[in-house]
């Protein structure tokens, strides 16, 4: 034969050859370790696969052992134990329900299940901050209490019966707003646009001139009754915030009954709002829909004797998308001519000549600008601040109160609801006091999980005898568990978000108001607005908020009228961390370690409501305990069908809100930067659920496949690292109503 060229040159090796052998069935990582074993032999010693291979395992996945025995963590500086428990056991995902399970990596299938190990302190991002020493704070002078160099509010020309009204409700003397704002509406016609932080009486500077002018024309002869008309509307942007004016307003009217006062939100029966209106009121406070529906169609609200129109908390009015009823009403008032004598012929002489329009808000934002263009006239500008008297400043400072005591804590999100729960339990163990305290979170569903994961389970429904009140916040309010003390061996869990029914939501805020124990509101933006719930001494935001603006006004639920309060903000490690910048340019924050909390908090005993393989053990340190709780946490869930949907729900909510920060901001909260699974441990998960964002992208793709057959042109298709972005974008596109803060 020719020789062609073709130099064939094959080495064989002295050993054996062994074919390939194909796995089929079972889990991805119990084939992989199989075919490893059937190509090298099974000599393998577990050790060097648990320890040799540890920096090349991903971090996204638990760390899974197949022998019984404890081992010691391979993480440097961390000596904690290492929990060990049935994977699944008795759950809906149990081992024992799969049909296919592959053959075991090392031949030995006497070794029992496979053991799911609770990790909490390995793999954890760095946090890019220094850490700071903790100090002791003092306090400074308070900014919104009442002013020491002024007698009382009858030194600002008030009626003394409203003078007297105010004593009953320990109200003496003024704040720097009320003595700026009560003289000018006491005297002039003028519009006026109100700037204040939170907590410094607003409410007051406004309704107080507003019912003293009203009260002058009862002295001049004749007397004003309900019949006589509506002198003034008040607007606000939530129906917590309108019950809580009208409330007030009740209070200061009481000694002249001839005086009413309504109230007419979203919620609420239309026929019993209109059938008040029909009787007579003199004061109307409303929500702004409800306003401009009652405007179209009842006819028995007479707008003739209108004097003023205050609209309250204006930058929140125009955030929740209530321009055009605004403009409604305010076109309206225009339109309809003022009158100068009431139906039975009392003179108005001692209001206002024109009608008077009085828009509050704490910031100047481009949309607060708009609001005030489209329904001032002439306005005067009234801060409390010296100095701060140019109204076309387009954004001041957006200032807590000085008193104020604001820090933070950076958490890596695998222990966030462990540092949660050891937080409320140092919070709740100070004797000699009653502590009401408000933890802030960014969606209805997570405010659902975390209440009914922390309550007490044992509380059952109230008794068929029950009252009213009882049944409408049997869901709502109940005993907490986890977070007891010996100092507060009873804690009252309340939970509040905008999905609820009004009246559940009304019966939950007076509950909470009125509680004379140790008690804690989880709720959502929907509270940050306003609302005065006396006594609140702390306010934690665990997710951050959606704006700095809804950051001040949250912590501003506490630090009231001159009374010292806390803020505690939960912030991921990594960009995150930059948001303490932002922080600064109000009062300036001080920082507390996440380890610090944790051992303080876990100091004394932990106490399960719900027995599981996880048991609380007296000798443990701090990481101890807290692997622990989070163990007994995640087996919880698995024994409890109806807890375990709430958490996934609350998960994927979670994930949808952190995309709907504000542009500004945006940079702060990163979702590429998110690691699902660890966030999925911190609601007690052991994977991060799949369907996040899938229905959003399935009407994105029949959208863009409508689009591509109408448009013949072809376009070029974005690089595969633009995924999670365009992901972003079509969540913050969809997610206006998922939240419920409003």
Known sequence: MADDGMLLNFELSSEPYKAGVKFKGGRWRERKRAERVARNGPSIPATAYSGGDEELRSTKR??????????????????????????????????????HKPARADGDASRGPRQVISRLFSFNPTQATAAEDEVEWVAPEATNAPLADVANFGSLTLSSRLVDELTK??????????QKVIPHLLTSSSDAFVQAETGSGKTFSYLLPMIHRILLLSNSGKQIHRDSGVFAIIVSPTRELARQVHTVLEQLIRPFPWLVSTAITGGESKKAEKARIRKGVNFLVATPGRLADHIDNTKALNLG??????????????????????KKAITRLRDIPIVQRTEDGTPLDKLPERRVTVLCSATMKMNVQKLGEMSLADATFLAAEKGDEDPTIEMAVHKAPAQLHQYYTVVPSKLRLVTLIAYLKSVFSRRGRTMKAVIF????????????????????????????????????????????????????????????????????IRSFSECKTPSLLVTTDVSSRGLDIPAVD??????????????????????????????????????????????????????????????????????????????????????????????????????????????????????????????????????????????????????????????????????????????????????????IKRKSAMLMRAVADEFNIG
């Not at 004797?305 to 605004?326: A, N, P, Q």
């Not at 999980?449 to 916040?473: G, I, N, W």
């Not at 443990?620 to 949907?645: F, N, V």
Request: proline share 6%; hydrophobic share 30%; glycine share 8%.
């Open 62 to 99: 638990r760390r899974v052992d197949e022998d019984s025995g404890h081992h010691q963590s391979h993480t440097p500086g961390t000596q904690s134990k290492r929990f060990e428990s049935l994977a699944h056991d008795g759950g809906p995902s149990s081992h024992s329900s799969r049909p």
């Open 169 to 178: 409700m320990k109200l003496e003397r003024p704040t720097a707003i009320q």
């Open 305 to 326: 004797t209108v004097r003023w129109l205050i609209m309250d908390e204006g930058d929140r009015l125009m955030d929740l998308g209530f321009e055009e009823d605004l």
């Open 441 to 508: 979170m960014s969606c209805a569903d997570s405010v659902d999980f975390h209440y009914e994961m922390l309550r007490d389970p044992a509380v059952t429904d109230p008794p068929a005898s029950a009252t009213k009140e009882a049944e409408l916040v049997s869901k709502t309010v109940s005993k907490a568990a986890y977070f007891t003390t010996a100092a507060s061996p009873e804690v009252m869990m309340h939970r509040m978000h905008g999905s609820l029914s009004q009246p559940v939501r009304t019966a939950t």
């Open 538 to 723: 702390l306010v934690i935001e665990y997710d951050p908020a959606f704006s700095f603006s809804d950051h001040i006004h949250r912590v501003g639920r506490t630090a009231r009228a001159g009374r010292p309060g806390d803020a505690l903000l939960f912030l991921l490690p990594g960009p995150e961390e930059g948001y303490i910048e932002l922080l600064k340019s109000s009062t300036p924050p001080s920082s507390q370690s996440h380890e610090s909390i944790l051992k303080k908090g876990f100091m004394a005993k932990l106490e399960f409501p719900v027995t599981t393989q996880a048991k609380p053990e007296d000798d443990e340190s701090y990481h101890g305990k807290a692997e622990t709780l989070q163990l007994h946490l995640e087996q919880r869930l698995l024994i409890d069908s109806k807890r375990l949907e709430l958490a996934r729900n609350g998960f994927k909510s979670h994930i949808r809100a952190y995309a709907t920060h504000v542009k500004d901001e945006r940079v702060h909260f990163d979702m590429t930067q998110m690691h699902l699974g660890h966030v999925a441990k911190s609601f007690g998960l052991r994977e991060a659920p799949g369907g996040i964002g899938s229905g959003i992208e399935r009407k994105s793709k029949k959208g863009r496949r409508d689009s591509s057959k109408a448009d013949d042109t072809t376009k070029e298709q974005k690089p595969g690292g633009d995924v």
